[in-house]
């Protein structure tokens, strides 16, 4: 192995899959599957509606308004990192680094790599979300919630190339405590 050691998961998989299952059950049931990705485009149209409010109210995108207004979903995305950031916090596990170990087993020590790396890999993650009109999550979340045929091949796809990715970018494995 490599001597740098990643601390191993308080929740095991198969248990977070159903905790997640019962939080899309909700979801449908109070409003609408989950997804994260639409507030980005909300955000960005509200900061854009203060700077150019002729410009967002001729957009053929950003002038609907359910593309306007924050709806559950933002408190949603906000929940989450909020959530997150509360449980690692309670299961001391949060901690600030510029490098995380998986990173620096497979790259090296380079902080502007690191972020340079990060920031591009966000850009498209968000491009391609938005050209497909939803994010990965929640085309396979809740694709397969709503028993969606197309779902499947996607699924397949996104899981199958998201463990091509990772084998090429993190080639190498820290030892697991």
Same mark, same amino acid.
């Given at each position: 192995?490599?001597?740098?050691?990643?601390?191993?998961?308080?929740?095991?998989?198969?248990?977070?899959?159903?905790?997640?299952?019962?939080?899309?059950?909700?979801? &449908?049931?109070?409003?609408?599957?989950? =997804?994260? @990705?639409?507030?980005?485009? /909300? #955000?960005?149209?509200?900061? %854009?509606?203060?700077?150019?409010?002729?410009?967002?109210?001729?957009?053929?995108?950003?002038?609907?308004?359910?593309?306007?207004?924050?709806?559950?979903?933002?408190?949603?995305?906000?929940?989450?990192?909020?959530?997150?950031?509360?449980?690692?916090?309670?299961?001391?596990?949060?901690?600030?680094?510029?490098?995380?170990?998986?990173?620096?087993?497979?790259?090296?020590?380079? &902080?502007?790599?690191?972020?340079?790396? =990060?920031? @591009?890999?966000?850009?498209? /993650? #968000?491009?391609?979300?938005? %050209?497909?009109?939803?994010?990965?999550?929640?085309?396979?979340?809740?694709?397969?919630?709503?028993?969606?045929?197309?779902?499947?091949?996607?699924?397949?796809?996104?899981?199958?190339?998201?463990?091509?990715?990772?084998?090429?970018?993190?080639?190498?494995?820290?030892?697991?405590?």
């Amino acid at each position: 192995m490599t001597g740098q050691k990643v601390a191993k998961t308080i929740v095991p998989w198969w248990v977070a899959g159903i905790l997640l299952g019962l939080v899309q059950i909700l979801a &449908v049931w109070v409003a609408d599957p989950l =997804g994260v @990705s639409t507030q980005f485009v /909300i #955000l960005d149209a509200k900061a %854009l509606n203060q700077i150019a409010p002729e410009y967002t109210q001729n957009h053929p995108l950003i002038s609907q308004p359910r593309n306007r207004t924050l709806g559950y979903g933002f408190w949603l995305d906000a929940g989450m990192v909020l959530g997150g950031l509360a449980a690692a916090v309670g299961y001391r596990r949060w901690k600030l680094q510029a490098i995380p170990v998986w990173w620096k087993v497979n790259r090296g020590g380079s &902080v502007a790599c690191r972020f340079a790396v =990060g920031f @591009s890999a966000g850009i498209l /993650i #968000l491009l391609g979300a938005r %050209l497909a009109h939803g994010c990965t999550s929640g085309q396979f979340a809740s694709g397969w919630a709503q028993l969606s045929l197309s779902a499947v091949p996607f699924t397949i796809t996104l899981f199958a190339f998201g463990m091509l990715t990772a084998r090429i970018v993190f080639p190498k494995t820290p030892d697991i405590e």
